[in-house]
């Protein structure tokens, strides 16, 4: 049976699960900041970030019940319109089925209307292919910047990426 993804707002009874997701060795080596996350860290992330209404974070659920990540937006700038888009897949067989495809979808639906953002963007590793072409098919397009930083396992390279409310419009109408 085929899952699908549907989205639920993160509460503070999810910090543990999330915090177990976030140090996975799996999820970590593909994040720009690979420090292991605490409790207290997650706790302060919410009373700081997500209460005064600098992020929006979900949980992905499958319809089966199941979660398996998380889909958030940061540095949410209501005057600009803008808010930079992060995800990561918690359960490693969950990696490569599409789901974090449909949640990218989901979420820009709620960026574009209930945030009323503009422009969405995201940062990559660029050896993360796999988060590249999920990216890409959510409508997503690259830009040209691009910058190196140093990460737990040396220096790597950072690719941006980008999508405007009106490319998001023109997409759905087309698939309507």
């Not at 990540?69 to 897949?89: L, P």
């Not at 072409?133 to 959510?138: I, K, N, Q, V």
């Amino acid at each position: 049976m085929e899952c699908s993804v549907h989205l639920r707002q993160m509460t503070v009874d999810d910090t543990d699960r999330i915090v177990e997701w976030r140090n996975k060795e799996f999820v970590r080596r593909n994040f720009i900041y690979q420090e292991l996350f605490t409790r207290k860290g997650h706790l302060a992330w919410i009373k700081n970030q997500v209460e005064p209404g600098y992020v929006v974070q979900f949980i992905i659920c499958l319809s089966d019940g199941r979660e398996i990540g998380s889909v958030y937006f940061r540095d949410i700038d209501k005057k600009s319109g803008t808010a930079e888009y992060g995800i990561f897949i918690g359960e490693e067989d969950a990696l490569g089925c599409g789901y974090g495809t449909q949640a990218a979808k989901k979420a820009l639906a709620y960026a574009f209307t209930a945030l009323g953002l503009n422009r969405v963007f995201l940062r990559f590793l660029a050896d993360n292919m796999g988060a590249y072409y999920s990216y890409l098919h959510a409508g997503f397009h690259m830009t040209n910047r691009k910058e190196t930083v140093e990460t737990l396992r040396g220096e790597r390279e950072v690719c941006f990426m980008e999508i405007e409310r009106d490319a998001w419009q023109a997409a759905n109408r087309k698939n309507a």
